[in-house]
C-alpha cells in the first residue's frame, strides 16, 4: 500500500529564515510521481511541483527547491528566505499507478507559520 | 484555461438532513474528477473519482454516494447526514492522461453538521 509520512506536524520561523518540510513515502510501484501542494488559509489547494520517479535531479524555481532522494525515499521541500505570505499548510502526494486516473496519496500536511 | 467551480462554499445542516454539493470544470474535456475530503488536523482522503460519465469508483464506505451525469460536472450527495461528515470537502480534476497528471482543486465547501 502507499504511504506518505510527513512527520513535522507545525513549522514556525521567523521571516527570511529558511526552512525544509520533510517527506517520507512508500510505495512497491518502480514508476510513480510525487507532488507537493500548498494550502493557503484561504482553503484551495495549489500545484507546485511534479517529480517522476527516474529524476532524482534537485530542482529550483526562485525561493523554492526540491530534493529527491530514492535511495532513502524522501522528497523534500526547502523555501529559502521565508516570507508571511508562504505561511500555509504544504501536502506531499504519491501517485498511484492504477491506469487512466491521478489516485493521490496525500501526507497529513504541515502548517508552516511565518513570522514577520 | 481550465477552471473548476465548486459551491456552496460554506454549508450548515442538521443531522440527517440531505446534502448535494455540486463541481463543474470547464476549458477541458473528459477529465477525471474526484471528491476529497479534508477532516480537521487529518489529510486529504480520498472519497470518489470519476474516469467518465457515469463512471464512478467509492474508496471509502460511507453514507454519500457521487454522481457524473454530465461530462463535466461532478456531484456528492448524502440522504441522511451524519455528524461525522463535517469537513471540508473539495473537487478536483486531472487531464485523462495518466497517473503523473497533477490534480486541479476547486476552493472548496466546508461543511459543518450540527
Known amino acids: 500500500a502507499q504511504k506518505v509520512t510527513q512527520a513535522q506536524t507545525e513549522i514556525s520561523v521567523v521571516e527570511k529564515e529558511d526552512v525544509t518540510l520533510d517527506c517520507v513515502y512508500e510505495t512497491r510501484d518502480t514508476t510513480y510521481y510525487l507532488f507537493w501542494y500548498k494550502q493557503p488559509p484561504s482553503g484551495e489547494l495549489v500545484f507546485l511541483i511534479r517529480?517522476?520517479?527516474?529524476?532524482?535531479q534537485n530542482e529550483i524555481s526562485g525561493r523554492y527547491s526540491w530534493n529527491f532522494q530514492k535511495s532513502t525515499s524522501s522528497f523534500n521541500f526547502t523555501i529559502t528566505a521565508s516570507q508571511v505570505v508562504d505561511s500555509a499548510v504544504y501536502f506531499c502526494a504519491l501517485s498511484e499507478v492504477s491506469g487512466a486516473n491521478s489516485k493521490l496519496t496525500f501526507g497529513k500536511g504541515i502548517t508552516l507559520s511565518v513570522r514577520p | 484555461s481550465q477552471t473548476i467551480h465548486q459551491w456552496p462554499a460554506t454549508l450548515v445542516q442538521p443531522v440527517g438532513s440531505p446534502l448535494s454539493l455540486e463541481c463543474t470544470v470547464e476549458?477541458?474535456?473528459?477529465?477525471?474528477l474526484y471528491w476529497y475530503r479534508q477532516a480537521a488536523g487529518r489529510g486529504l482522503q480520498l472519497l470518489f473519482y470519476s474516469v467518465g460519465i457515469g463512471q464512478i469508483s467509492s474508496e471509502v464506505p460511507q453514507n454519500l454516494s457521487a454522481s457524473r451525469p454530465q461530462d463535466r460536472q461532478f456531484i456528492l450527495s448524502s440522504k441522511k447526514l451524519l455528524l461525522s461528515d463535517s469537513g471540508f470537502y473539495l473537487c478536483?480534476?486531472?487531464?485523462?492522461?495518466?497517473?503523473?497528471?497533477?490534480?486541479?482543486f476547486g476552493n472548496g465547501t466546508r461543511l459543518t453538521v450540527t
Open positions: 476549458g477541458t474535456s473528459n477529465p477525471n
Open positions: 517529480r517522476n520517479s527516474f529524476d532524482e
Open positions: 478536483a480534476w486531472s487531464s485523462p492522461a495518466g497517473y503523473n497528471s497533477p490534480l486541479h
